[in-house]
Nanobody, 124 residues
Framework: QVQLVEAGGGLVQAGGSLRPSCAAS????????IAWFRQVPGQERDFVGGIRASGGSTDGADSVKGRITISRDDAKNTVYLYMNSLKPEDTAVYYC?????????????????WGQGTQVTVSS
């Protein structure tokens, strides 16, 4: 069982940066792939990026490529989403999700555990 808690969202002006984090419980955290998704009310949950269990690779959706970096600190059971050059269209609730596999797939149905989400609001 893994419990995820996001933090670090907030209000930022366009062009600014944020670093939401995802803290996990569980002793096998290092064996989980972690992904970030975001959701706007009335829309589907969209993949933002993910990091493999090995930490060796991250994948970003086209809408955020070049503007995000995902890293993990397994000693702290925490994954970070670094977001730069934020745009108003990045406004959403950001969720982290975990699956007991090496690959961070873009399909949200493949994830076993979800956090409660953290709101990111980018003002113009």
């Amino acid at each position: 069982q893994v419990q995820l808690v996001e933090a670090g969202g907030g209000l930022v002006q366009a062009g600014g940066s944020l670093r939401p984090s995802c803290a996990a419980s569980g002793r096998t955290f290092s064996s989980y792939a972690i992904a970030w998704f975001r959701q706007v009310p009335g829309q589907e949950r969209d993949f933002v990026g993910g990091i493999r269990a090995s930490g060796g690779s991250t994948d970003g959706a086209d809408s955020v490529k070049g503007r995000i970096t995902i890293s993990r600190d397994d000693a702290k059971n925490t994954v970070y989403l670094y977001m730069n050059s934020l745009k108003p269209e990045d406004t959403a609730v950001y969720y982290c999700a975990a699956r007991p596999s090496g690959i961070a797939t873009m399909n949200p149905s493949r994830y076993n555990y979800w956090g409660q989400g953290t709101q990111v609001t980018v003002s113009s």
